[in-house]
Structures are given as structure tokens and as C-alpha cells.
């Protein structure tokens, strides 16, 4: 495994992701100089307090010029316009990448926008908890989690190399994955679950209302638990919805199917079917965490 280094990387997007790979990278040494770019001066102050960035900007042409790399780690509906708004600045020989969670249509949209000689690798990190912002990002995110990329027939092999490497040193396990299959498995594993535990605080919120009790403060560690992401970033995830609306449409109408069966086997009081669907959850969750 190669470690790559970069004399001078943008990191546009100084939140959970972006920061802790920027702290990874200065770390172990593959970069010389992390410049921090963004619209919120005073999270950029907090990522300069925290040593994340070494120097920063709010004019992303200003902040990606003379970079070897630039890491976009915005929501996923203004990477296209971020990556327009820069490849004026970037030169010959720059790599871009993403961090994005959906792909097929960052690609669709940005691959138009390069310039001769700018390379783009898509890549998603699996790994992230609920906060968000310079003040949250921290070492060793990435460590033992997986980091799928997705290139396209435009993306020179070199710089997939690169970014392959680049996940590799901060300890990733890296996956090569068609754009639209990680759409769909992303759909299943990672946005549904947080439309469903969005879902459930306000379905909690609204009996509260219907029936004039206090539901939440009754609640214990497998609800907090349950609904942890909930306090994702909203913008974040409404973004994802937006831009991978079908295959999180196919992946809500499939567990509306599962909760309806299960629903009618509440409804019969058919303990068997109600025992045997808990039964194949409990087994395939258990055998998940166990190989894990």
C-alpha cells in the first residue's frame, strides 16, 4: 500500500468528514498544508482552534488554487455547483474527489464540468455519527470502516490510485463499486434507516399532541439508541432524499410491506408469524454483528 502526499490540499467543507480526514492526513504526515474552505467563518475558526486546517478562506477560488488535491465534503445537492464554481482555479494534474453518500447523480452532474487535465475520483466513506461540524470531526473516523468508490470510465487510473491509497493510509477498507448499485445499497442500509428514525420521533411527538401526554421522558436507552441519527443534519439528509429519491422510494415502499405483514399479524394475534419475523431479524442482525 502506497501512502500519497500532497504538498497542498482544500478540504471545501470543514465538517465531520472533511475535518477528520483532514486531521488523518496531517497525522500521518500526507500533507503539507490544509486549507479550509467554506461559508461559516466561524466554523472555520474553530477547525484553524482545532489545528483541522492551516489557514482558511470563505472564496473557494482563492482557497483551491495550487491545491494537488481538493476534497469536496458539502451536501450532496451543491457539490455540481461548488465544482463549477471552482474549476476556473484548478490546474492541470489536480485530483478531486467527494465524499458524498449518493453518487450516480454527483457524477452525472459534475463529469460535465471538468476541465482537460482535472481528474475526478467519486467516493464515499462509510463511516460518521450524528454531529456535525469542525467541532465534531476527530482522528481515526475512518479506521476499520469501509470507503466505497465509484469510478467512472473518465477516471484516470493513476488518480484512482491515488485516492485508493489516500483511503487506504487513514484505514479504510476500500470497496470499488458500480454508482448506481452503491445508490441502491446506501438506499437500504444508511437513508432509509435515517428517514425511519426521523419518522419515528415525530411519529412520538405527534401521539404526544393527539393525546395530551408526555411520551418521550418515559422513553429508555433502546429508543436513544434507535433514534440517534435523528439528530442528523437535516439539510444534509434532505439533500440525500432529493438526490437519490428512487432508490429510497423503492427501499421505504419495501419496509411499508414488512410493517404492513407484520401489522395484520398483530391485528390476527397470529403469535407464530409475529415470533417468526422477530425471529429471522434477531438472526440476521446477530450474525451481522457477530462477522463484524
Known amino acids: 500500500m502506497g501512502?500519497?502526499?500532497?504538498?497542498?490540499?482544500?478540504?471545501?467543507?470543514?465538517?465531520l468528514i472533511g475535518g477528520s480526514l483532514a486531521l488523518d492526513m496531517k497525522r500521518l504526515g500526507l500533507t503539507g498544508h490544509v486549507v479550509g474552505i467554506g461559508r461559516g467563518v466561524e466554523n472555520l475558526k474553530i477547525a484553524a482552534s482545532?489545528?483541522?486546517?492551516?489557514?482558511?478562506?470563505t472564496e473557494l477560488t482563492e482557497g483551491v488554487?495550487?491545491?494537488?488535491?481538493?476534497v469536496v465534503a458539502v451536501p450532496v445537492r451543491s457539490v455540481a455547483k461548488v465544482v463549477e464554481?471552482?474549476?476556473?482555479?484548478?490546474?492541470?494534474g489536480t485530483i478531486l474527489?467527494?465524499?458524498?453518500?449518493?453518487?450516480?447523480?454527483?457524477?452525472?452532474?459534475?463529469?460535465?464540468?471538468?476541465?482537460?487535465?482535472?481528474s475526478f475520483?467519486?467516493?464515499?466513506?462509510?463511516?460518521?455519527t450524528e454531529h456535525s461540524g469542525a467541532a465534531a470531526a476527530f482522528e481515526g473516523l475512518f479506521k476499520d470502516r469501509k470507503c466505497i468508490i465509484t469510478p467512472t470510465s473518465r477516471t484516470p487510473e493513476d488518480a484512482l490510485e491515488t485516492i485508493k491509497e489516500l483511503w487506504q493510509a487513514v484505514g479504510s477498507e476500500v470497496v470499488m463499486m458500480d454508482a448506481a448499485l452503491h445508490d441502491i445499497v446506501l438506499a437500504g442500509v444508511s437513508h432509509l434507516p435515517h428517514v425511519i428514525a426521523y419518522s419515528l420521533v415525530n411519529t412520538i411527538a405527534t401521539m404526544e399532541e393527539k393525546k395530551g401526554q408526555k411520551?418521550?421522558?418515559?422513553?429508555?436507552?433502546?429508543?436513544?439508541?434507535?433514534?440517534?441519527?435523528?439528530?442528523?443534519?437535516?439539510?444534509?439528509?434532505?439533500?440525500?432524499?432529493?438526490?437519490?429519491?428512487?432508490?429510497?422510494?423503492?427501499?421505504i415502499e419495501e419496509f411499508q410491506r414488512t410493517l404492513d405483514s407484520i401489522k395484520e399479524s398483530i391485528a390476527a394475534d397470529d403469535l407464530d408469524a409475529i415470533k417468526g419475523a422477530f425471529e429471522r431479524a434477531k438472526k440476521i442482525r446477530d450474525a451481522h454483528i457477530n462477522d463484524g
Do not use: Y
Open 3 to 15: 501512502r500519497p502526499f500532497f504538498e497542498r490540499v482544500a478540504i471545501v467543507g470543514v465538517g
Open 50 to 57: 482545532r489545528g483541522i486546517v492551516d489557514s482558511w478562506t
Open 65 to 70: 488554487r495550487g491545491c494537488g488535491l481538493v
Open 85 to 92: 464554481a471552482m474549476m476556473p482555479a484548478l490546474t492541470e
Open 97 to 118: 474527489t467527494d465524499v458524498g453518500s449518493v453518487k450516480a447523480r454527483i457524477i452525472e452532474e459534475v463529469e460535465p464540468l471538468l476541465k482537460e487535465g482535472v
Open 121 to 128: 475520483v467519486p467516493a464515499h466513506p462509510i463511516a460518521g
Open 215 to 251: 411520551l418521550l421522558e418515559f422513553s429508555a436507552g433502546g429508543f436513544r439508541d434507535f433514534t440517534r441519527i435523528a439528530s442528523s443534519s437535516p439539510e444534509m439528509w434532505a439533500d440525500i432524499c432529493s438526490m437519490n429519491k428512487e432508490a429510497i422510494l423503492d427501499a
